[in-house]
């Protein structure tokens, strides 16, 4: 199972740092990915880390200003957010798949994280 945190309220230009803990599962043999689904839209994929390697993707709407992590000992992904902006807000959920690409086909994703909601707001 996969548990999403650190969601939150914070002001346009600030920092966010989601989790993801995994239990039942070993983190580090799994794709990760992190989607968000704000009002009104699909969910998309904003950053993928490659299974036992440090590969990582990004949408273009949140390179240079996301970062996908993880950490094995801890058995645990994060997504450090920065420069957020009001278009960023939506709920987040973490998603671990077997393959060892980044797709964006939700269905690849075994394992989904609950959700945390990022609201970025002043």
């Known amino acids: 199972q996969l548990q999403a945190s650190g969601g939150g309220l914070v002001q346009p230009g600030g920092s966010l740092r989601l989790s993801c803990t995994a239990t039942?599962?070993?983190?580090?043999?799994?794709?990760i990915a992190w989607f968000r689904q704000a009002p009104g839209k699909e969910r998309e994929r904003v950053a993928c880390?490659?299974?036992?390697?440090?590969?990582?993707n990004y949408a273009d709407s949140v390179k240079a200003r996301f970062t996908i992590s993880r950490d094995g000992a801890k058995n645990t992904a994060y997504l450090q957010m920065n420069n957020l902006k009001p278009e960023d807000t939506a709920v987040y959920y973490c998603?671990?798949?077997?393959?060892?690409?980044?797709?964006?086909?939700?269905?690849?994703?075994?394992?989904w994280g609950q959700g945390t909601q990022v609201t970025v707001s002043s």
């Open positions: 998603a671990a798949a077997e393959r060892g690409i980044c797709t964006h086909d939700e269905s690849d994703y075994r394992y």
């Open positions: 039942g599962l070993t983190l580090r043999s799994y794709t």
């Open positions: 880390i490659i299974r036992t390697s440090t590969t990582t």
